[in-house]
């Protein structure tokens, strides 16, 4: 399983303002890699990629109600260099926890990528995510 792991993708933080983020984190040496969104039932959510202190963070601004506490880190994203063979493994070690019965395909967010989420124990999400 350990072969398809390529390190920390990134990591999500909820934002309820985008621009705010995006302006806190460039003041601090940051710099947008990428903006996208994805449509949901309520409207789109705006996402962005920022790099920031040798990590990516991507900020997600819901269109919707967020579940904004202390914090707001959502979820980590494990980056791997074949999604279907990580996801393989995965369930192969016993875990089935996946949130989709597929994985999502995204061509052009963030130059195209393809991911999919499962929970830990504690009810932490992990995405594993494929660049393309």
Not at 33 to 42: A, F, M, N, Q, S
Not at 110 to 119: E, H, I, K, S
């Amino acid at each position: 399983m350990n072969e398809h792991y390529r390190g920390l993708g990134h990591v999500a933080v909820y934002t309820q303002d985008m621009e705010e983020s995006i302006a806190f984190y460039e003041k601090l040496g940051g710099s947008v890699k990428g903006r996208g969104g994805v449509p949901t039932p309520e409207g789109e959510k705006k996402l962005a990629l920022v790099s920031y202190g040798g990590i990516t963070l991507e900020l997600i601004q819901s269109p919707g109600a967020m579940p904004m506490g202390e914090g707001n880190v959502p979820h980590f994203a494990i980056l791997v260099d074949d999604l279907d063979a990580a996801a393989a493994a995965v369930r192969a070690a016993g875990v089935d926890t996946f949130l989709t019965p597929s994985k999502k395909v995204l061509p052009e967010l963030f130059g195209g990528l393809q991911n999919w989420f499962f929970t830990g124990p504690s009810g932490e999400q992990i995405e594993l995510l494929q660049m393309l």
